[in-house]
């Protein structure tokens, strides 16, 4: 493993000159002396959306934010598991056949996994947590799968925010997002 | 009315432009005094109907949030106590689940000098737990008021493993009132080089803060600079705008001058501390007259108890002039008591002893509450009268604020020095 | 600096030092916004070219039209793009975006120097740069090779019903209200997108991801 990675490294490296060549644009930029240095601490993190506000107690707040993800499991897995059950007591499985435990485990890692191929999508029924396209309805997917039971059908009022949409259409063109308000 | 706003508002802008003359590669910043507070404006309204519509807490801080900065720019409390209310109103909505609503309204205590209520919603905001730097970064600015050392040792130890800007900031502050200026000014400089360039904000505040260190240092020029280029920055900035008047009455270049630039101020704010100025630069120059007009109104303006915490310190300088007040001055105390009981509050219970001839317990409470305590020369000039009994003391102190002249201002200093200099 | 060292009386010496402190002098800046509050992360196949993918990370939520102007990203805070090839959920490459004097410099992907909660930038590698664009202007983008990037002002994709869902929360409401409201219509994030062929995002067949901002210590 280790030494694909290596080689990978080198090919990346090799690309990138071969851009540095082929193309005298602005960039990369080469000319500009700019001060990089410094180490740099982590504050924030996220890997899928509103995971923080809807499992991370105000007091782990601080700690989730600034923990790596390979170390989320072990912090967080019960207490993600605790926070399931309080707000859903009559959790049994979930639209997705998960259990409790296996749930929050799979949640308290917090990372977006996301498919090189096909379609990208948080949930649209049929792919299951492919990436995040902007238009995913996440948070109406994160309800029905806390609230919604085996089925997706329990706890009706629970399982939507009603707002479906955003308030501005995307755009089919790079940088996708809407112009500012 | 429109009108004669937009034409002081250019008068300003071209006066600081005169005052960068020599200074251009810097002008490019400046802009219109008047955006600031219409962007402020804009984003309140915004924040309003929203809140109407859907009243949630997050809409309530954020509205709130622009009432405290609109405080920033005008100095009108009425705005703070509107944003209290309005976070009083979230707070009742449901519990909140994040600290910023507690921290925001520790800022507007802080701002009225309500320490002791300051602490209470820090508490609160510690037990929800998150953002906790932030948290303790005002546990220490209230403890610092407070004047608890221990606990501002303490925060300050936990605020450095950041060693960010709002660590060294407040390790500037901690310098400076142990006597470290220069400790303080580097600090404060280290602090300058962490901002971003887009902060405007941010620079803005250490250009006036520096500034005001600077002047304490006796590096007047420095302190002039900064303050232009603070104004540069945020050219509606009346605290820097007050800081170059108060040099040059104070270093006694241009008092023409620093009255204008008061005027200036005044023409679009009513600010207490401007208007104290004023007050102070026309007395020192005879205009008796003129000088008990400002200073009537501004006891009208803030003869309200809700504006007691804020202007403690300034309306007793202003009433103890005539010891008929002796019951205001009294409640003006206990307030302040209540709110930071502190070697500068006992310093000026001392000179209410004083006034009221109670010598003995004046210089009994001089000395164990005031002597030692505290370094300011604000409060060691209202206990020296009360020193009188031992010449060391008393000569010592007299000693001593001599260095303070610029601090302490022409006027103040020739009620302390009168025939001696 | 003014310190002195001074005996009053017998055998009781004072340290003196004579400065004004707070009585004139106005308290700390707000401590209530960060620059390195992340808000939203997206990652997607590109919709103008299946073999590229998309990344967004959106920071400083929550800015209004009035405020948009003036809102900007910190020199001091790094945004860093982990990608994990093989299932350890420790980062095998990283984009790393900092801004610079009105421009976002973009590193990488490159395997990192070290991995974990703090970082070096990656500063050994050529950067791609752009323009960060202002409120007002039209987007400004660089595509370097196929590897396009943007940074600024946009409109919140996220929606959601954050006060009706803090209602549920504390027990205030015992489900959601419909119609819902959008808690962030109308207002503004500060967004930085990345499109790159997938090919530079190490072949395998599912990555995972996350983004960090980071701090300069």
């Known amino acids: 493993m280790k030494n694909i990675k290596i080689i990978y490294s080198l090919c990346l490296l090799v690309t990138l000159s071969l851009f540095t060549i082929s193309c005298s644009d602005d960039n990369p930029d080469t000319g500009v002396e700019l001060d990089f240095s410094g180490t740099f601490a982590?504050?924030?993190?996220?890997?899928?959306?509103?995971?923080?506000?809807?499992?991370?107690?105000?007091?782990?707040?601080?700690?989730?934010?600034?923990?790596?993800?390979?170390?989320?499991?072990?912090?967080?897995?019960?207490?993600?598991?605790?926070?399931?059950?309080?707000?859903?007591?009559?959790?049994?499985?979930?639209?997705?056949?998960?259990?409790?435990?296996?749930?929050?485990?799979?949640?308290?890692?917090?990372?977006?996994?996301?498919?090189?191929?096909?379609?990208?999508?948080?949930?649209?029924?049929?792919?299951?947590?492919?990436?995040?396209?902007?238009?995913?309805?996440?948070?109406?997917?994160?309800?029905?799968?806390?609230?919604?039971?085996?089925?997706?059908?329990?706890?009706?009022?629970?399982?939507?925010?009603?707002?479906?949409?955003?308030?501005?259409?995307?755009?089919?063109?790079?940088?996708?997002?809407?112009?500012?308000? | 009315?429109?009108?004669?706003?937009?034409?002081?508002?250019?008068?300003?802008?071209?006066?600081?432009?005169?005052?960068?003359?020599?200074?251009?590669?810097?002008?490019?910043?400046?802009?219109?005094?008047y955006l600031q507070e219409s962007m402020i404006q804009e984003e309140l309204s915004f924040w309003k109907s929203k809140m109407i519509s859907n009243p949630t807490q997050v809409y309530y801080q954020k509205y709130a949030a622009c009432l405290t900065k609109l405080y920033g720019v005008n100095a009108d409390l009425e705005y703070l106590f509107e944003a209290e209310d309005i976070l009083d109103m979230a707070l009742g909505l449901h519990p909140p689940q994040s600290s910023s609503i507690y921290r925001s309204m520790v800022q507007i205590k802080i701002k009225q000098h309500r320490f002791c209520e300051a602490l209470e919603d820090l508490l609160l905001a510690e037990k929800l737990g998150d953002n906790l730097n932030l948290t303790n970064a005002m546990f220490f600015d209230v403890y610092f008021e407070l004047g608890k050392d221990d606990q501002v040792q303490y925060y300050l130890d936990i605020l450095s493993h950041e060693n960010d800007f709002d660590y060294l900031i407040r390790l500037a502050r901690w310098h400076d009132s142990e006597g470290r200026l220069s400790d303080a000014i580097l600090k404060l400089e280290e602090a300058k080089l962490m901002i971003s360039d887009s902060d405007i904000g941010k620079m803005n505040w250490i250009y006036s803060n520096l500034a005001d260190f600077y002047g304490h240092d006796g590096q007047i020029d420095k302190a002039f600079e900064y303050y232009k280029i603070a104004l540069q920055m945020n050219s509606s900035d009346w605290y820097s705008l007050k800081g170059l008047a108060w040099v040059m009455y104070s270093d006694n270049r241009d008092v023409v001058y620093a009255i204008e630039i008061l005027n200036e101020i005044s023409s679009r704010y009513f600010i207490p501390v401007v208007e104290n100025l004023r007050y102070e630069i026309l007395s020192n120059f005879g205009e008796s007259e003129k000088a008990s007009m400002v200073k009537e109104k501004l006891i009208a303006k803030l003869d309200h108890e809700s504006y007691f915490s804020s202007y403690s310190g300034l309306l007793f300088d202003l009433l103890i002039e005539d010891p008929s007040n002796f019951a205001i001055l009294n409640n003006i105390l206990a307030?302040?008591?209540?709110?930071?009981?502190?070697?500068?509050?006992?310093?000026?219970?001392?000179?209410?002893?004083?006034?009221?001839?109670n010598e003995v317990q004046a210089r009994h409470i001089a000395h164990s509450e005031v002597l030692d305590k505290t370094f300011e020369p604000d409060a060691l000039r209202r206990i020296l009268p009360a020193m009188d009994d031992n010449a060391n003391v008393y000569n010592f102190l007299l000693e001593q604020l001599k260095e303070a002249k610029f601090e302490l201002g022409p006027q103040k200093y020739k009620i302390i020095y009168g025939d001696l200099i | 600096m003014k310190l002195f060292k001074f005996s009053i009386g017998i055998g009781l010496i004072a340290v003196l030092s004579i400065l004004m402190t707070s009585a004139d002098h106005i308290d700390s800046p707000a401590v209530t916004s960060m620059p390195t509050d992340i808000t939203d992360y997206y990652a997607f196949s590109s919709p103008e070219n299946s073999s590229n993918m998309v990344f967004v990370a959106n920071l400083s939520g929550l800015l209004t039209p009035a405020n948009?102007?003036?809102?900007?990203?910190?020199?001091?805070?790094?945004?860093?793009?982990?990608?994990?090839?093989?299932?350890?959920?420790?980062?095998?490459?990283?984009?790393?975006?900092?801004?610079?004097?009105?421009?976002?410099?973009?590193?990488?992907?490159?395997?990192?120097?070290?991995?974990?909660?703090?970082?070096?930038?990656?500063?050994?590698?050529?950067?791609?740069?752009?323009?960060?664009?202002?409120?007002?202007?039209?987007?400004?983008?660089?595509?370097?090779?196929?590897?396009?990037?943007?940074?600024?002002?946009?409109?919140?994709?996220?929606?959601?019903?954050?006060?009706?869902?803090?209602?549920?929360?504390t027990g205030n409401a015992g489900g959601f209200s419909d119609p819902g409201t959008d808690t962030f219509a109308g207002t503004n994030v500060l967004s930085v997108v990345i499109e790159l062929p997938k090919s530079m995002l190490g072949n395998t067949a599912s990555l995972s991801t996350w983004v960090e901002s980071k701090v300069k210590s």
């Open chain 2, 1 to 33: 009315m429109k009108k004669s706003i937009i034409i002081s508002g250019l008068f300003i802008f071209m006066m600081i432009n005169n005052l960068l003359a020599n200074k251009d590669h810097l002008v490019h910043h400046l802009y219109n005094p």
């Open chain 2, 335 to 357: 307030i302040e008591k209540f709110n930071r009981e502190s070697p500068e509050y006992y310093a000026k219970y001392v000179q209410l002893l004083l006034i009221s001839g």
């Open chain 1, 42 to 181: 982590q504050r924030d993190q996220m890997g899928r959306p509103a995971i923080n506000t809807v499992f991370v107690s105000s007091a782990d707040k601080d700690v989730f934010n600034r923990a790596t993800p390979s170390t989320m499991g072990g912090l967080f897995s019960q207490k993600f598991q605790d926070r399931l059950l309080a707000l859903n007591p009559g959790y049994t499985t979930n639209a997705l056949g998960l259990d409790a435990a296996t749930f929050t485990s799979v949640l308290a890692t917090d990372i977006l996994s996301v498919a090189t191929s096909g379609k990208t999508t948080f949930f649209d029924g049929t792919n299951v947590l492919t990436g995040r396209a902007l238009d995913d309805d996440v948070i109406d997917v994160e309800l029905i799968l806390i609230f919604g039971g085996p089925d997706g059908s329990s706890n009706p009022g629970l399982t939507s925010d009603n707002v479906s949409a955003n308030d501005k259409t995307f755009s089919s063109s790079f940088p996708y997002l809407a112009s500012p308000w």
């Open chain 3, 68 to 169: 948009t102007t003036s809102a900007g990203f910190d020199e001091n805070v790094l945004i860093e793009f982990n990608i994990d090839n093989d299932g350890d959920n420790v980062e095998d490459l990283v984009i790393q975006a900092i801004p610079r004097d009105g421009k976002m410099y973009f590193f990488g992907p490159v395997a990192p120097s070290q991995t974990g909660t703090s970082s070096q930038v990656q500063s050994g590698n050529d950067p791609i740069s752009v323009d960060i664009t202002q409120y007002g202007e039209s987007a400004k983008m660089t595509n370097f090779g196929g590897f396009k990037v943007f940074a600024g002002p946009r409109d919140d994709p996220f929606f959601f019903d954050l006060g009706a869902y803090m209602d549920v929360l």
